[in-house]
């Protein structure tokens, strides 16, 4: 059995992967396919985030996409209002998602299983109703403009460096992630999500621990959005609907809601998979619908699980 070779496969792909996410905006000549570049890093941001409540904590919400918006209006309204720095509102928009987090996680977290999807769902439309009809705050539907945080020209070149940006950022959280994982407060996420009575009884601050997850979650999927709400340079209520939380969790199970890997694969695909079926044109959102419902099915542990069993095969 030669476990050198299945070895050097596996330790080539991420400087493989590496190579191509630096080289790819160099490749890219569209501006529409430049921004869509910009937009899957966004969201693997927002998916990492995810995994931290979902992926380690087991807890399912549906409010991601609530936080998205907190971290996007944030932003703006940092900006517009108070006259904060680029950088500054960034962190701002993250931080007053964390701390609608924690306001909200602390009751909610209490609760389990279809309670809590439904309480993160009564969050996200208050959110939603929130902003769109608080016009005196947040303009209502007509939306808000965002100020670039630097001009280097065109949108094409913009877009451009802000990938970069959004690219380090995404690594960033995903190294997060990871050491979280072999972290002992990952050891108490995972010991919760397996058993939330057997970790109480082992002295594991259940509801803390818990919540500190849902912050987490929160300020990764609050960054998320005032890094599109400066790629976009401009929000409108429409966006943040509940569609928005919808696909950020199926991002993260049809990657594999147990891994970083696969919460980077799957915010990839499916933030392409809609263009790559745009030319369905009135049967676009059936057969995305089909497509994910078939790889549910087919890789009931998302691609991160597919690897794995390939990897394994090979062994």
């Known amino acids: 059995m ?16 590496g190579v191509l996410v630096v080289i ?3 490749l890219v000549k569209s501006p529409y396919s430049m921004h869509l570049l910009v937009m899957a890093g966004i969201y693997v941001i927002a998916t990492l985030g995810l995994y931290f409540v979902v992926g380690l904590c087991g807890q399912f919400s549906l409010a991601q996409g609530a936080f998205f918006a907190l971290g996007a209006y944030g932003l703006a309204l940092l900006q517009q209002k108070l006259h904060f720095p680029s950088v500054f509102a960034l962190l701002g928009g993250a931080l007053l998602a964390a701390l609608f987090g924690l306001v909200v996680g602390l009751p909610t977290l209490r609760l389990r299983g279809h309670y809590l999807a439904m309480a993160t769902i009564g969050f996200g439309e208050i959110v ?7 016009i005196w705050l ?32 995404a690594v960033a959280a995903a190294v997060a992630a990871i ?41 990764l999927g609050g ?11 401009y929000i409108s209520p429409d966006f943040f609907n509940f569609d928005l939380s919808i696909m950020l ?7 594999g809601r147990n891994s970083v890997g696969g919460a980077v694969a799957g915010a990839i695909l499916l933030g392409f998979l809609p263009e ?36 394994s095969s090979r062994q």
């Open 138 to 169: 947040t303009n209502g539907p007509d939306g808000l403009n965002i100020r670039r945080p630097f001009w280097p020209g065109s949108v094409m070149a913009y877009d451009r460096i802000y990938y970069f940006v959004v690219v380090a950022v």
């Open 249 to 255: 969790v199926v991002m993260l199970l049809v990657g």
């Open 276 to 311: 790559w079926l745009r030319f369905l044109k009135d049967y676009y959102m059936l057969i995305f619908g089909a497509l994910v419902t078939m790889l549910m099915i087919v890789m009931p542990n998302g691609l991160a699980g597919l690897w794995k069993k390939a990897v």
């Open 179 to 219: 050491r979280v994982r072999r972290s002992w407060w990952g050891r108490a996420l995972l010991a919760v999500r397996d058993n939330e009575l057997a970790a109480s009884s082992l002295g594991v601050a259940t509801t803390r621990v818990k919540v500190y997850a849902f912050m987490a979650s929160a300020f």
């Open 223 to 233: 960054l998320a959005g005032a890094m599109y709400a400066q790629a976009e340079t």
């Open 2 to 17: 030669n476990h050198q070779g299945t070895k050097t496969p596996r330790l080539l792909l991420p400087w493989c992967l």
């Open 24 to 26: 790819l905006p160099f």
């Open 128 to 134: 939603y109703l929130t902003l769109k009809n608080w």
